[in-house]
């Protein structure tokens, strides 16, 4: 079955700090896998897509990702975090046997001073 | 677009009262999706309506919920009776391509039934 897996459960960097958000996912065909951030009482919103062809890609808001097929894994980084990145971020795969997404449980983002 | 828009963002309830959650979805997306959001559950689909028609309702998890998608640029979600475990956050999404391109959730609805 579809899954996805995020690690860490919560994360602290320093402002000015490299991020990196850690995600694994089991599919059986290609993929499309997607990062979404929710800040407090928003809906989530979507950062970046994968699908196909180069697998580094570039988002909003400074974030990218990069698909690795070996380690199953597409993990979310940015070279400097800054205090309004504070969020939850969620990993997803979309399954196009059963046409549904699947959500990873988040990992929520704490940015300290 | 002013994007996906749900109403109300806030709704407490007693126990036994029907509750209906309203979504206006991005004017030319064919897919809505409703999700339920807890902290022990995560997000959860509840059901997902293509070109108005629902396709997948196996998220649903009971008679008491309900969903109606009238045409385009309407969609409801209704429980009826309201449990004290239906307290979460409902979400509505709508996408271009059923999912395949991402989806654009709405600011989602904080139900609290007391």
């Known amino acids: 079955a579809q899954s996805v897996t995020q690690p860490d459960i919560h994360i602290t960097v320093s402002e000015g700090a490299s991020l990196e958000l850690r995600c694994n996912y089991s599919?059986?065909?290609?993929?499309?896998l997607f990062w979404y951030v929710q800040s407090p009482g928003q809906g989530l919103q979507l950062l970046l897509k994968y699908f196909s062809g180069d697998t580094l890609v570039q988002g909003i808001k400074g974030f990218e990702a990069e698909f690795k097929r070996s380690q199953s894994s597409f993990n979310l980084r940015k070279p400097s975090v800054h205090w309004s990145d504070a969020a939850e971020f969620f990993c997803?795969?979309?399954?196009?046997?059963?046409?549904?997404?699947?959500f990873g449980a988040g990992t929520r983002l704490f940015v300290k001073a | 677009d002013a994007g996906v828009i749900q109403s109300p963002r806030h709704e407490v309830t007693e126990m036994g009262q029907e509750v209906t959650l309203r979504c206006k979805p991005i004017s030319g997306h064919d897919y809505l999706f409703w999700y339920r959001q807890t902290m022990m559950r995560g997000l959860e689909l509840l059901i997902y309506f293509n070109n108005n028609v629902p396709i997948d309702d196996s998220g649903m998890p009971e008679d008491r919920f309900s969903a109606k998608m009238p045409n385009a640029s309407f969609s409801t979600l209704k429980i009826q009776p309201s449990e004290p475990r239906d307290s979460a956050v409902y979400f509505c999404?709508?996408?271009?391509?059923?999912?395949?391109?991402?989806?654009?959730f709405g600011s989602g609805t904080r139900l609290t039934v007391v």
């Open positions: 599919y059986g065909a290609t993929p499309y």
């Open positions: 999404a709508s996408s271009l391509r059923g999912g395949l391109d991402g989806y654009t």
């Open positions: 997803a795969v979309f399954s196009t046997g059963g046409f549904k997404t699947i």
